[in-house]
Protein backbone atom coordinates (compact mmCIF):
# COMPACT_ATOMS: atom_id res chain seq x y z
CA UNK A 1 0.00 0.00 0.00
CA UNK A 2 1.33 3.68 -0.19
CA UNK A 3 -0.65 6.04 2.61
CA UNK A 4 -0.77 9.20 1.23
CA UNK A 5 -1.63 11.87 3.75
CA UNK A 6 -1.89 15.58 1.83
CA UNK A 7 -2.80 17.37 4.66
CA UNK A 8 0.16 16.67 7.36
CA UNK A 9 0.92 19.95 7.64
CA UNK A 10 1.17 23.44 5.60
CA UNK A 11 4.24 22.72 4.33
CA UNK A 12 4.59 18.92 4.40
CA UNK A 13 3.03 15.83 3.42
CA UNK A 14 3.94 12.73 4.63
CA UNK A 15 3.85 9.34 2.61
CA UNK A 16 4.51 6.15 3.82
CA UNK A 17 4.93 2.42 1.00
CA UNK A 18 4.19 -0.54 2.72
CA UNK A 19 4.14 -4.11 2.39
CA UNK A 20 8.30 -3.65 0.98
CA UNK A 21 11.06 -5.36 2.87
CA UNK A 22 13.72 -2.65 2.80
CA UNK A 23 17.36 -3.81 3.35
CA UNK A 24 20.18 -1.79 4.84
CA UNK A 25 23.19 -3.80 6.13
CA UNK A 26 21.61 -6.11 8.71
CA UNK A 27 18.46 -3.76 9.48
CA UNK A 28 15.07 -4.73 7.38
CA UNK A 29 12.61 -2.21 7.40
CA UNK A 30 8.80 -2.89 6.57
CA UNK A 31 8.34 0.78 5.36
CA UNK A 32 9.38 3.87 3.73
CA UNK A 33 8.18 7.29 5.37
CA UNK A 34 8.94 10.34 3.18
CA UNK A 35 8.25 13.64 4.26
CA UNK A 36 7.44 15.79 1.27
CA UNK A 37 7.44 19.46 0.39
CA UNK A 38 4.06 20.05 -0.94
CA UNK A 39 5.58 23.16 -3.19
CA UNK A 40 8.16 21.41 -4.82
CA UNK A 41 7.15 21.21 -8.07
CA UNK A 42 9.49 18.94 -10.16
CA UNK A 43 9.44 16.98 -13.43
CA UNK A 44 10.83 13.65 -13.00
CA UNK A 45 11.71 11.53 -16.49
CA UNK A 46 11.62 7.80 -16.00
CA UNK A 47 14.35 6.61 -17.71
CA UNK A 48 13.66 2.80 -18.47
CA UNK A 49 13.55 2.02 -22.35
CA UNK A 50 10.23 1.92 -24.11
CA UNK A 51 10.11 -1.64 -24.89
CA UNK A 52 10.67 -2.52 -21.37
CA UNK A 53 8.02 -0.15 -19.83
CA UNK A 54 5.65 -1.38 -22.60
CA UNK A 55 5.97 -5.06 -21.68
CA UNK A 56 6.51 -4.75 -17.63
CA UNK A 57 4.57 -1.39 -16.62
CA UNK A 58 1.68 -1.03 -19.88
CA UNK A 59 0.30 2.38 -20.02
CA UNK A 60 0.47 3.21 -15.96
CA UNK A 61 4.39 4.45 -16.13
CA UNK A 62 4.48 7.62 -17.90
CA UNK A 63 8.18 8.97 -19.60
CA UNK A 64 7.97 11.95 -17.33
CA UNK A 65 5.87 13.35 -14.26
CA UNK A 66 5.48 17.14 -13.81
CA UNK A 67 3.72 18.72 -10.70
CA UNK A 68 4.05 18.29 -6.81
CA UNK A 69 6.66 15.48 -6.05
CA UNK A 70 3.44 14.87 -3.04
CA UNK A 71 1.34 13.90 -6.39
CA UNK A 72 3.90 12.68 -8.74
CA UNK A 73 5.55 10.27 -5.77
CA UNK A 74 2.91 8.40 -5.35
CA UNK A 75 2.03 7.90 -9.05
CA UNK A 76 5.49 6.56 -9.87
CA UNK A 77 5.18 3.82 -6.88
CA UNK A 78 1.47 2.81 -7.86
CA UNK A 79 2.92 2.50 -11.61
CA UNK A 80 6.19 0.65 -10.62
CA UNK A 81 4.80 -1.73 -7.98
CA UNK A 82 1.16 -1.54 -8.90
CA UNK A 83 0.55 -1.08 -5.15
CA UNK A 84 -3.18 1.39 -4.27
CA UNK A 85 -3.00 4.64 -2.88
CA UNK A 86 -5.02 5.30 0.42
CA UNK A 87 -5.59 8.44 1.33
CA UNK A 88 -7.42 9.50 4.16
CA UNK A 89 -11.10 8.81 4.50
CA UNK A 90 -14.19 11.18 6.13
CA UNK A 91 -13.10 11.16 9.63
CA UNK A 92 -12.29 14.73 10.89
CA UNK A 93 -11.10 15.01 14.89
CA UNK A 94 -12.68 18.30 16.91
CA UNK A 95 -9.58 20.15 15.58
CA UNK A 96 -10.83 19.23 11.68
CA UNK A 97 -7.89 16.76 11.42
CA UNK A 98 -7.86 13.14 9.52
CA UNK A 99 -6.09 12.16 12.51
CA UNK A 100 -5.42 11.40 16.34
CA UNK A 101 -2.55 12.31 18.05
CA UNK A 102 -1.62 9.42 20.57
CA UNK A 103 1.19 7.26 21.68
CA UNK A 104 2.23 3.86 21.36
CA UNK A 105 4.90 3.30 24.35
CA UNK A 106 6.89 5.99 24.56
CA UNK A 107 6.36 7.08 20.71
CA UNK A 108 4.01 10.42 19.86
CA UNK A 109 2.49 10.07 16.65
CA UNK A 110 -0.95 10.07 14.97
CA UNK A 111 -3.29 7.35 13.98
CA UNK A 112 -5.13 7.78 11.44
CA UNK A 113 -9.24 5.76 10.68
CA UNK A 114 -9.69 4.79 7.53
CA UNK A 115 -12.41 3.01 5.56
CA UNK A 116 -10.79 -0.50 5.46
CA UNK A 117 -8.12 -0.17 7.82
CA UNK A 118 -5.71 2.12 10.60
CA UNK A 119 -2.38 3.28 10.38
CA UNK A 120 -0.43 5.02 13.29
CA UNK A 121 2.29 6.93 11.81
CA UNK A 122 5.76 7.64 13.80
CA UNK A 123 8.08 5.11 14.37
CA UNK A 124 7.38 2.35 14.36
CA UNK A 125 4.54 2.56 11.86
CA UNK A 126 1.60 0.29 12.59
CA UNK A 127 -1.12 -0.65 10.02
CA UNK A 128 -3.90 -2.93 10.98
CA UNK A 129 -6.73 -3.71 8.37
CA UNK A 130 -10.12 -4.00 10.14
CA UNK A 131 -10.87 -7.30 9.00
CA UNK A 132 -7.62 -7.97 11.13
CA UNK A 133 -9.39 -6.83 14.15
CA UNK A 134 -10.66 -9.63 16.88
CA UNK A 135 -12.32 -6.45 19.70
CA UNK A 136 -11.37 -2.97 20.78
CA UNK A 137 -11.49 -1.93 24.09
CA UNK A 138 -11.37 1.07 25.97
CA UNK A 139 -9.54 2.10 28.97
CA UNK A 140 -9.39 4.74 31.28
CA UNK A 141 -13.05 5.83 30.63
CA UNK A 142 -13.89 8.94 32.81
CA UNK A 143 -17.00 11.39 32.75
CA UNK A 144 -16.71 13.65 29.93
CA UNK A 145 -16.57 16.55 32.21
CA UNK A 146 -13.34 15.40 34.18
CA UNK A 147 -11.46 13.62 31.69
CA UNK A 148 -11.64 13.59 27.99
CA UNK A 149 -8.84 10.85 27.48
CA UNK A 150 -8.84 7.51 27.05
CA UNK A 151 -6.86 4.24 26.03
CA UNK A 152 -7.94 2.47 22.81
CA UNK A 153 -6.52 -1.32 22.93
CA UNK A 154 -6.74 -2.57 19.75
CA UNK A 155 -7.01 -6.99 19.90
CA UNK A 156 -6.24 -8.68 16.38
CA UNK A 157 -7.04 -12.45 15.77
CA UNK A 158 -3.77 -13.38 16.10
CA UNK A 159 -3.37 -12.06 19.21
CA UNK A 160 -1.45 -9.17 18.92
CA UNK A 161 -2.67 -5.97 20.97
CA UNK A 162 -1.74 -2.43 19.89
CA UNK A 163 -2.53 0.13 22.68
CA UNK A 164 -2.77 3.50 21.78
CA UNK A 165 -3.05 6.39 24.52
Do not use: W
Not at 64 to 70: A, D, R
Request: contains cysteine.
Amino acid sequence: FFFNDTATTEIYTEQIVGSVRCVQETATYPYIIMELKKDDEETVKVKVKPEERQGQFGEELQDEYVGPLCETVPRIFKAIMGINIIMPGTFKSSTEHACVKCNVKAQEGSLYPLHKSLIFVTKPVVYIKIDDLQRVEFHRIGSAIQNKLFDLELILKNGVSHKFV
